[in-house]
């Protein structure tokens, strides 16, 4: 056995009472997967399309095509997916998203919703 390793005298068929702290009475708590939330890239009549798939690229990791198709269909469209994260991740995007386009000067309006 390795340094560290933990060795129990007691059988898994015994049976001998249980006592708090064997493994054979500890459970797992539930763990369940957490809420993901939509990221979502709002049209105005402003924002110029180059600065959008900028955006997309820096932000989303997108990859110029990508980042051009989801252009094309919030200006189509009016508001186009750039991704789905955790709650966390999702909110530092959007948190992102506005920032720099506050600094630049434009109405770029980016939200989230529950998936």
């Known amino acids: ?6 060795m129990s005298e007691r059988r898994w068929d015994d049976d001998g009472p249980d006592r ?3 493994l054979a009475t ?3 708590p539930d763990t ?3 809420s993901l939330y939509r990221v979502l890239l709002l049209n105005d009549d402003y924002t110029p399309m180059e600065f959008v798939v900028f955006v997309l690229e820096q932000f989303f990791n997108k990859t ?3 980042a051009t198709e989801i252009m094309l ?3 189509q469209h009016g508001v186009g997916l750039c991704g789905v994260f955790t709650f966390e991740v999702a909110e530092t995007k959007v ?9 630049a000067e434009y109405p770029l309006q980016c939200t989230m919703e529950k998936d």
């Open 1 to 6: 056995m390795g340094h560290g390793t933990i």
């Open 20 to 22: 708090e702290g064997d």
């Open 26 to 28: 500890r459970t797992r």
């Open 32 to 34: 369940k997967k957490p």
């Open 64 to 66: 110029r095509d990508e």
């Open 73 to 75: 269909h919030v200006h």
């Open 95 to 103: 948190v992102q998203v506005l920032d720099i386009a506050r600094r």
